[in-house]
């Protein structure tokens, strides 16, 4: 199975200022299909379901702000949020889709400062 | 739009069995795989099963496997989990959600209660 592991468990950051989350994988989590990574980014504020922001590790989904960025390459990968918003106070998990079982961080709890 | 609801959570005895279902709508159920994925109370987030399109693929975390069957009915852009042997660390929201790898549209979730 590949470990997803997320560093820090939680993250405390000033409005406006930036954010950044990193996910690191046992094994390289590259798609032969399409020579991407597999990896998404999700997040889920309390009382909600985990809502995709980033997939292939970069690519934003629709609708979410550009302040969301993903990036990284086989076994290192980052989100980072440019300037937070008050709105942004969730815990965001990685996973892979490469291979099952389709494995999760455990979690990175962001807060305000 | 894309909707899924899951249903048929509620309150087990351990060794008992549940089965949950996913409607799913505003989307064409018969293209696309499907998830469940479960989280604790106050825990992350856990793979359990996906299942193919069509249903002929299906996979399972080990977690459930052997005891937990994820099934569809195209005919009833329906989803299934059946759930058997159920065990107090069973407990958690049972999430489905649409995508063959990439899950990207989730549900609210359906909460299972494993207790004596």
């Known amino acids: 199975d590949i470990v997803m592991t997320q560093s820090p468990d939680s ?3 000033s409005l406006g200022e930036r954010a950044t989350i990193n996910c690191k994988s046992s094994q390289g989590v590259l798609c032969s299909s399409n020579n991407k990574n597999c990896l998404a980014w999700y997040q889920q504020k309390p009382g909600q379901p985990p809502k995709l922001l980033i997939y292939w590790a970069s690519t934003r989904e629709s609708g979410v702000p550009d302040r969301f960025s993903g990036s990284g390459s086989g076994t290192d990968f980052t989100l980072t949020i440019g300037s937070l918003q008050a709105e942004d106070v969730a815990v965001y998990y990685c996973q892979q889709y490469h291979s099952t ?8 709890k962001l807060e305000i400062k | ?5 899951e249903s048929g959570g509620g309150v087990v005895q351990p060794g008992r069995s549940l089965r949950l279902s996913c409607a799913a709508s505003g989307f064409i159920f018969s293209n696309y795989g499907m998830h469940w994925v479960r989280q604790a109370p106050g825990k992350g987030l856990e793979w359990v099963a996906v299942i193919s399109y069509d ?8 977690s459930v496997k052997g005891r937990f069957t994820i099934s569809r009915d195209n005919s009833k852009n329906t989803l299934y989990m059946e759930m058997n042997s159920l065990r107090v660390e069973d407990t958690a929201v049972y999430y ?3 995508g063959g790898d990439l899950a990207d549209y989730w549900g609210q979730g359906t909460l299972v209660t494993v207790s004596s």
């Open chain 1, 101 to 108: 079982p389709y494995t999760f961080g455990q979690g990175t």
């Open chain 2, 1 to 5: 739009q894309v909707q899924v609801v």
């Open chain 2, 55 to 62: 249903g002929s693929n299906k996979y399972y975390a080990d």
């Open chain 1, 11 to 13: 993250l405390a950051v």
């Open chain 2, 96 to 98: 489905c959600a649409r």
